[in-house]
């Protein structure tokens, strides 16, 4: 069996985004509509004003003409002349000189500034709260120091640089010694928001969205284990693949609304696509192939199975029954699932009488079975619930029954429970041509069909081919599309608990059992 590391191609991750697409878009809209809230109703206007400061770097100089290593000296005293502003003791300065312009400038209040500020328990404004609220930089990288004040309130933000131009100079002066500062006009307020800047953060939040999505899904893709290629299941397990099956019938009953009434769709409905009915006869005809490939005395018949419960292994066999029995072959479609039973229901028929009843030697099998539940196809349903369903299968009784009926059949299909729940599809091996195994598109794991393969080769079971079922579309393209969510069944509820206690003959089904 060989094992080879799934690599994601280019192409396999765009056909991947592709098929997601709406759950990229939504996600994005999800995104967008977040920062627009955010930025709507959560984060706080802000108002921007600024003061612009010439430094020169000889300030005695009274002549006009400045050379060229003035101005670069200028412009290196400017990036002193920042950290000596950004100084705490600076910083406190301008604070009391905010705090003393509410005696002077109306525009300027107390609750303004605790609106815009941290204030301490002396009275006085953090110098901290005032760095974070500035932006002190070069213009353009030449010798003009630009403060940009962002607030809360339009006229702090005007007022808070206005007080860095007076306290500026007499500091630098005396700390410096060098140079001069002289300031090119007064900070105005401006009462039109800076910030949030709503249409980009929309913008933002609605790439981080999309962006969000795809990572989720190539992960997800990329964690999952899921089998949704054929081509894999020949590589990695050497095994056939003798028929692809897309999804059909009632795909829109949620978990849990499956009843004794719900409609298991088959090739016969008038509302099965197409193509569905060319895939079964399609398998059809490899089937013919595989069973006559086999070493079985009995090579007529066979049993279907899955890996899981609910992977469509019911509703392939009695598809597969009905397409044999289209060729004018004399078709037994055997119902061995005597835990949960599934055809009667399938083929609308009473299950008084069945299997149990002819292996127990209660009835003789003429009585049990149902007749031509349509042309050429007779049905023999699980009959009594038996309390022992693997020993009366195993049993040699069994063996010879299966025998005969391989006499009186061109074709005996056998539904079986399946194989990594319960063994019973193994211990009629010996009177089988094989197991055709179904698996479920986006549901069934590597490693639910590794043990699969493990438990058949331990009976020495023979394989003779896998159904790929339940593949999803893309409408009007007929091209895989990607897997989607399901969970698994706790295996101890098929059939028996643990406490060995019978479900209910009428328990619920999935519409594709």
């Known amino acids: 069996m060989q094992e080879n590391q799934e690599e994601l191609s280019l192409k396999d991750i765009l056909g991947l985004l592709i098929s997601k697409i709406w759950i990229i878009i939504i996600m994005g809209i ?39 290593n003035e101005l670069n000296a200028s412009k290196s005293l400017v990036s002193t002349y920042i950290v000596v502003l950004k100084n705490p003791t600076v910083l406190k300065e301008v604070g009391n000189e905010l705090i003393n312009m509410i005696d002077t400038n109306e525009d300027v209040t107390e609750e303004k500034i605790k609106k815009c500020f941290s204030i301490s328990s002396d009275g006085t404004i953090e110098p901290n709260s005032i760095l974070s609220c500035v932006n002190m930089q070069s213009s353009g990288g030449t010798e003009v120091l630009e403060i940009t004040a962002t607030t809360k309130d339009a006229d702090i933000s005007a007022a808070l640089c206005n007080c860095f131009a007076k306290v500026a100079r007499p500091f630098l002066m ?23 800047r709503t249409k980009m953060n929309c913008l933002i939040g609605g790439f981080a969205g999309a962006f969000l999505a795809i990572v989720i899904i190539i992960v997800a893709d990329l964690l999952d284990n899921s089998i949704k290629s054929s081509d894999d299941i020949t590589h990695k397990f050497d095994l056939a693949v003798i028929g692809e099956i897309d999804q059909f019938g009632d795909s829109k009953m949620k978990k849990g609304e499956a009843s004794a009434n ?13 193509y569905v009915n060319e895939s079964y006869k399609a398998m059809r005809t490899n089937i013919t192939f595989a069973l006559a490939a086999s070493t079985s005395k009995n090579k007529n018949v066979f049993a279907v199975a899955s890996a899981n419960p609910s992977e469509g292994k019911s509703t392939t066999a009695a598809n597969i029954a009905i397409a044999l029995s289209q060729m004018d072959c004399k078709v037994l479609l055997i119902d061995a699932d005597l835990r949960k039973p599934v055809q009667h229901r399938i083929f609308k028929v ?3 009488l069945g299997l149990t009843n002819v292996l127990v030697q209660m009835e003789i099998f003429e009585d049990c079975v149902k007749r031509e539940v349509i042309p050429n196809l007779d049905l023999l349903t699980t009959g009594t619930k038996p309390p022992n369903p693997s020993e009366i299968l195993a049993s040699e009784y069994t063996a010879d029954v299966l025998s005969g009926l391989s006499q009186m059949y061109d074709y005996v299909i056998i539904d079986t429970p399946p194989v990594n729940v319960v063994s019973d599809a193994m211990v009629i091996s010996k009177s089988i041509a094989g197991i055709l195994l179904v ?20 009976s020495n079971t023979s394989i003779v081919g896998c159904v790929l079922n339940g593949i999803k579309r893309r409408s009007g393209a007929h091209s895989y599309k990607y897997k989607y969510k399901y969970k698994y069944k706790n295996y101890y509820s098929y059939g028996y608990g643990s406490s060995g206690k019978k479900n209910n003959d009428d328990e619920a089904h999935s519409v594709n059992d």
């Open 174 to 196: 005396r700390v410096v010694g060098a140079g001069d500062v002289q300031t090119i006009g007064e900070a105005d307020a401006h009462y039109s928001p800076v910030s949030p």
């Open 30 to 68: 999800v995104g967008l509509g977040i920062a627009f809230c955010i930025s709507k109703f959560v984060l706080p206007l802000k108002y921007s004003s600024s003061v612009s400061m010439y430094v020169k770097s000889n300030a005695n100089k009274e002549d006009s003409n400045v050379n060229i």
């Open 439 to 458: 698996l479920k598109y986006g549901v069934t794991t590597y490693e639910d069909l590794k043990e699969a393969t493990r438990r058949t080769e331990l």
């Open 262 to 274: 719900a409609k298991r769709y088959t090739i016969l409905d008038p509302d099965t696509p197409f």
């Open 350 to 352: 009473n299950n008084k």
